[in-house]
C-alpha cells in the first residue's frame, strides 16, 4: 500500500489536471463537406474550414446558418442531405448530425459501418448505432433492431426479441413492423398461428400506408387462408395496392392478366399494369414490357418500344434485359 500511495497520488495529479488538457488541445470535428473527422481548423482531406458547409438545395457553399443564395438553413440542409438516398452524398451530413445525437443519423450511420464505405466495416459498431438509436427511443431503429434479431445478421437469430421490437416500433406508428408482426402469426412459427390477426395487422400495415401490405391481404384471400378462397377479395387487394403505389402488387396483377391467374386472360390489361409497376419504377414489368412488345402480347409488335423497354430493365438492373436488348438490337 505504501508503494502504491505515490502511484496513487500522481494519478490523482493527472486527473486534476485533465480539464486544462483539454482545453488547450482543439476538439475533433467533422468536416461539412467531406465528412472526415478533423483536428486542425481546415479539413487535412478537402481543404474546407471547419462550419463550410454545402447546401443541398442549390449546391451553393457557405459558412453563415442560411444559405446566402437560396436560403435554405443549414439544419433543413442537412436533414435533406442525410434524407436523400445516396450514401454517397449523405454521409457528411450523417457524420455530422451522428456527432450532435440524432437518432436517424445515429442509425444511418450503422449503413456505412456494414458496408465499409467511407468507414472501416465492423458490424459490431453497427450494431451499437442501431442500440444507440434504440435507446434513444426511434421507431425506426426499433425496426431495424427487430429486423437484426429476424434476420440474425448481426447477433444469433431470436424471434421472441424481433417480435418484441416490432411491437415497440408499431406501437410507435412504423407501419412496416405491423406488417412484420402479421408474418409471424401468418406463418405461425414462434406464436400460435393465426389467420384473423395476421389480417388484421396486415390491414393496420396498410391503412397505415405500406402499400406492400395489401399484397399479403390478397395473398391470405387468394390462398384461402383460415376462409375460403376468395378471387374477387384478393384482386381487389391487389388493385387496393398498386393504386396506393406498390410497384410489386401493379407488377402482379400484370402478370395475373396475362397468364389467367385468378382473373379472365386480358393481355391489353395486363399491359396497363405492366406500364404503372413500370413507372414505379418495377424492373420485371419493364422487362415484361420489352417481352410484351417483342412478340405481340396485348398489343402490335414493335421492335423498338421493345428494345426501349429492355435497356430500362436493363438499367434498373435487370442483366437479362441487357441480353434480350443485345439480341433484339444487333439482329
Ligand atoms: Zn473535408
Ligand atoms: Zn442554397
Not at 500522481?10 to 476538439?27: D, N
Amino acid at each position: 500500500m505504501k508503494r502504491l500511495l505515490p502511484l496513487l497520488l500522481g494519478l490523482c495529479l493527472l486527473l486534476s489536471s485533465l480539464p486544462a488538457l483539454a482545453e488547450e488541445s482543439p476538439a475533433l470535428w467533422f468536416c461539412l463537406v467531406c465528412g472526415e473527422g478533423c483536428e486542425e481548423e481546415a479539413c487535412t482531406t478537402c481543404g474546407s474550414v471547419r462550419g463550410v458547409w454545402v447546401c443541398s438545395g442549390c449546391g451553393q457553399r457557405n459558412l453563415a446558418s442560411a444559405c446566402s443564395a437560396c436560403g435554405l438553413t443549414r439544419e433543413d440542409s442537412l436533414t435533406a442531405q442525410m434524407d436523400c438516398g445516396d450514401l454517397l452524398t449523405a454521409y457528411p451530413a450523417v457524420r455530422y448530425l451522428a456527432a450532435a445525437d440524432h437518432p436517424d443519423a445515429i442509425l444511418a450511420l450503422a449503413r456505412y459501418y456494414e458496408t465499409g464505405l467511407f468507414l472501416r466495416k465492423d458490424q459490431m459498431a453497427a450494431f451499437a448505432c442501431y442500440e444507440k438509436a434504440a435507446s434513444m427511443g426511434s421507431g425506426k431503429a426499433y425496426l431495424a433492431m427487430g429486423r437484426i434479431y429476424d434476420r440474425g445478421e448481426l447477433v444469433s437469430p431470436d424471434y421472441f426479441k424481433a417480435m418484441e421490437y416490432y411491437q415497440l416500433a408499431a406501437d410507435r406508428g412504423i407501419a412496416e413492423a405491423w406488417w412484420y408482426l402479421g408474418t409471424f402469426y401468418e406463418e405461425g412459427s414462434t406464436v400460435t398461428r393465426n389467420y384473423d390477426t395476421a389480417m388484421e395487422y396486415y390491414l393496420k400495415a396498410a391503412e397505415m400506408g405500406d402499400a406492400d401490405s395489401w399484397m399479403s391481404l390478397a395473398h391470405c384471400c387468394a390462398m384461402g387462408y383460415g376462409r375460403e378462397r376468395d378471387a374477387a377479395m384478393a384482386l381487389e387487394y391487389y388493385q387496393k395496392g398498386a393504386e396506393a403505389g406498390s410497384a410489386l402488387a401493379a407488377d402482379y396483377l400484370g402478370w395475373m392478366y396475362m397468364t389467367g391467374e385468378l382473373v379472365t386472360t386480358d393481355p391489353a390489361t395486363g399491359l396497363e399494369w405492366y406500364r404503372r409497376a413500370a413507372e414505379l419504377g418495377n424492373a420485371r414489368s419493364m422487362y415484361a414490357l420489352g417481352y410484351a412488345y417483342q412478340f405481340g402480347q396485348g398489343t402490335a409488335i414493335d421492335l423498338r418500344e421493345a428494345a426501349r423497354w429492355y435497356e430500362r430493365a436493363a438499367v434498373a438492373g435487370r442483366a437479362d434485359a441487357a441480353a434480350a436488348y443485345k439480341a433484339l438490337t444487333e439482329e
